[in-house]
Nanobody
Framework: QVQLVQSGGGSVQAGGSLRLSCVAF????????MTWYRQTPGKEREFVSQ????????KYADFVKGRFTISQDNAKNTVYLQMNSLKPEDSAMYYC??????????????WGQGTQVTVSS
């Protein structure tokens, strides 16, 4: 069973930094995309950043470019989101999501449990 476990997050003042982690289990060595989303109450979940496990290609939403960095440790099946220069508007519940792209796992997706990020002004 594919599972994601998130850690990190918390509360920080504006301008501060936090790092989120997302560890994936249950699929061995498999090409995948790992994506970070965020959501605030009453709003739809929005894309933040994505990285591909094989190529390392990454994408960012415009509102985090230059401040957030996505990275991965494939040996640990872990993806990180380093968030710097945080703003109050970055406050949200952050979720990771995996989309598997190999063999019998192709098309399987799973979400992490979410982790709260709160940035105070």
């Amino acid at each position: 069973q594919v599972q994601l476990v998130q850690s990190g997050g918390g509360s920080v003042q504006a301008g501060g930094s936090l790092r989120l982690s997302c560890v994936a289990f249950g699929f061995g060595n498999c090409n995948h995309d790992m994506t970070w989303y965020r959501q605030t109450p009453g709003k739809e979940r929005e894309f933040v950043s994505q990285i591909n496990s094989n190529t390392g290609d990454s994408k960012y939403a415009d509102f985090v470019k230059g401040r957030f960095t996505i990275s991965q440790d494939n040996a640990k099946n872990t993806v990180y989101l380093q968030m710097n220069s945080l703003k109050p508007e970055d406050s949200a519940m952050y979720y990771c999501k995996i989309d598997l792209k190999c063999g019998r796992f192709y098309g399987i997706s799973q979400w992490g449990q979410g982790t709260q990020v709160t940035v105070s002004s």
